[in-house]
């Protein structure tokens, strides 16, 4: 085994409890940001302790008359959380502003014709009139903005003479006015501290599914690392005779590419079927590399729980606590949204477990030994016949076995506003297949292509535009690694082509995309290992996303 191999073992089965993932390319951005939310979210949360938690209106003292106003005994008590231990009485009235001016009213028109209405707060002090008894009431203090509830009008004072509403704080002599209403209007409750760590929770959330969405698997760190030293590579081609590179078509490496180096085609065996060399399998072989084994635990998992908790916190209280007709809103918005998400992310991730653990659980056989009925096989894939060669546009293409291109032009559009939507419209498109042959090192199996639903040919070989033109290309290459779930058959006669050497095993089976029982044939550029880079564990995958999808049903319940 060489070096890269040895250390592709190694990293894939000595996977912890937990592992630290940074995300790769564009991810860093996500990741970047996603912190820095946190960190806004943490200093906004610091920030709302010093603003003071004030109690709702409805618990306050009700005082309608000069009477009540002059025999209550106003009993002080402890005042809540960012009053540092001060003492004091609330209270709601409707009195009569007998000095000052408490609010300027005045309309202004913008450039398209509307009118804007604006309040604003005049005198800091105001004197005011319950009947016979008289205080001065003062705004801005405690560290809480002015809430104030007014009509929209224009050019109209409120100020003397003019009966409010009036949710006030009693301190001793001091009269805090904390929030006004403009008669018979509702007072609005004071939200503040409330405000600013909802907002606190909101961005903490908000980072939490942004690093959620850019934490890559375990696994794929280490594919990554190994990966990283190839390069792009060319497609081979067979003319019937013999080998060669194209000098016209090149794969980058993608994520479905080859982890480790593929054999070159001067090692291929010149049976075709026959095992190569010494008939060892191929490096990328699961029974050389093993079975891989990922973090139970990544920030994947965590974030998307952080996400789903502080959401269930967020929700519930806005349910629960003071707030205003848009936060009532959010919040009874917010209980569906978050079941949604919490149920999305559940069937995503056990989809795609299932999907992923098929190929674990399923054992990868060799080609010189597979038996007939359901297999696995990972391999390379080589020419059976002469491969095929295409054009799209200006560019050609050689040493394929498989493609499918297609050409889009952009159509745009203007709606009864004026404003233009542009959208990319299918104009041409060709598919073509051929059979090849997996081989895996120790042998080599002809694949039935057309009896699979569709080929997975990973990412797209090339892309390019002209004007209002684009054009897609994909391919499955000579040379490239491939996976296959399918079915192992006996070739029939005119299966065998002529000369065959049925001395070799594997020359007298074929592989088939039949649909197994219990899974889903499937064909697809990449091996084992590369398919399974997107792998977590069974915990990230199942049993967070459940716990997190029941925990989105408590603001129902709460």
């Known amino acids: ?61 009700s005082i309608t008359t000069s009477t009540e106003f002059d025999t209550s005994d106003f009993e002080e008590q402890e005042l809540g959380k960012g009053f540092d231990g001060q003492t004091g009485a609330y209270f709601t009235t409707v009195a009569t502003i007998e000095s000052g001016k408490m609010i300027e009213r005045y309309c202004t028109t913008n450039d398209e014709g509307e009118t804007q209405y604006h309040a604003n707060i005049v005198d800091s002090k105001i004197q005011f009139a319950i009947g016979t008894s008289a205080f001065t009431g003062t705004w801005y203090t405690h560290n809480l903005n002015p809430e104030y509830n007014v009509a929209n009008v224009c050019d109209e004072d409120i100020g003397s003479g003019d009966d409010v509403r009036l949710f006030v704080l009693k301190q001793g002599e001091t009269f805090t006015i904390l929030s006004m209403s403009e008669y018979p209007s ?13 907002s606190a929770m909101m961005l903490m959330s908000l980072g939490a599914l942004i690093l959620m969405l850019v ?109 205003d007709v848009i936060g009532a809103f959010m919040g009874d918005l917010g209980k569906y949204i978050l079941v949604l998400f919490a149920l999305g992310w559940t069937l995503t991730s056990i989809r795609k477990w299932k999907l992923l653990h098929n190929i674990i659980d399923t054992p990868t056989s060799r080609v010189r030994s597979v038996a007939v009925g359901s297999a696995e096989l990972v391999g390379q894939v080589r020419p059976y016949s002469s491969t095929l060669n295409f054009s799209v546009g200006s560019r050609s293409y050689d040493g394929v076995v498989s493609f499918h291109w297609v050409e889009e032009e952009e159509r745009c559009s203007k709606n009864s506003d004026g404003k233009e939507s542009c959208s990319w419209h299918t104009v041409a498109s060709e598919s073509q297949q051929s059979n090849f042959i997996l081989h895996d090192g120790s042998g080599g199996i002809l694949v039935d292509v057309g009896s699979w639903n569709e080929i997975d040919m990973g990412d ?71 398919l399974l880079a997107g792998l977590r564990s069974t915990t990230e995958s199942v049993f967070i996303p459940i716990i997190m999808l029941f925990a989105s049903i408590i603001p129902f319940i709460w």
């Open 1 to 61: 085994m060489d070096k890269d191999a040895a250390e592709l073992r190694q990293s894939s089965i000595q996977h912890h409890f937990f592992e630290f993932t940074f995300p790769h390319k564009w991810g860093r951005i996500g990741y970047v940001f996603g912190l820095l939310l946190f960190i806004i979210a943490g200093l906004l949360f610091l920030s709302s302790l010093s603003i003071p938690d004030v109690i709702q209106t409805a618990d306050a003292e």
């Open 186 to 198: 509702e007072l609005p409750e004071v939200t503040q501290r409330e405000n600013a760590q909802r």
């Open 215 to 323: 934490t890559p698997p375990s696994l794929a760190k280490n594919i990554r690392k190994v990966r990283k030293e190839r390069t792009k590579s060319a497609s081979i081609i067979y003319d019937g005779n013999g080998y060669s590179l194209s000098t016209k078509t090149f794969r980058n490496v993608d994520n479905q590419d080859w982890i480790l180096a593929p054999p070159t085609f001067d090692s291929w065996t010149p049976t075709k079927y026959g095992p190569d060399g010494d008939g060892r399998t191929i490096a990328e072989h699961p029974t050389t590399i093993g079975t891989p084994h990922p973090a139970t635990f990544t920030l994947y998992s965590i974030c998307g729980s952080i996400f789903v908790l502080f959401n269930v916190w967020l929700v519930a209280d806005l349910n629960a606590r003071d707030t």
């Open 460 to 530: 797209r070989l090339d892309t390019w535009r002209i004007g209002k033109h684009r054009w897609t290309v994909m391919t499955l290459c000579s040379g490239d690694p491939v996976y296959a779930l399918g079915t192992v058959d006996k070739r029939t006669l005119d299966e065998q082509e002529a000369g065959l050497d049925t001395s070799i095993p594997s020359a007298n089976i074929i592989l088939r995309g039949n649909r197994l029982e219990g899974m889903q044939a499937k064909i697809a550029r990449g091996t084992e290992f590369s």
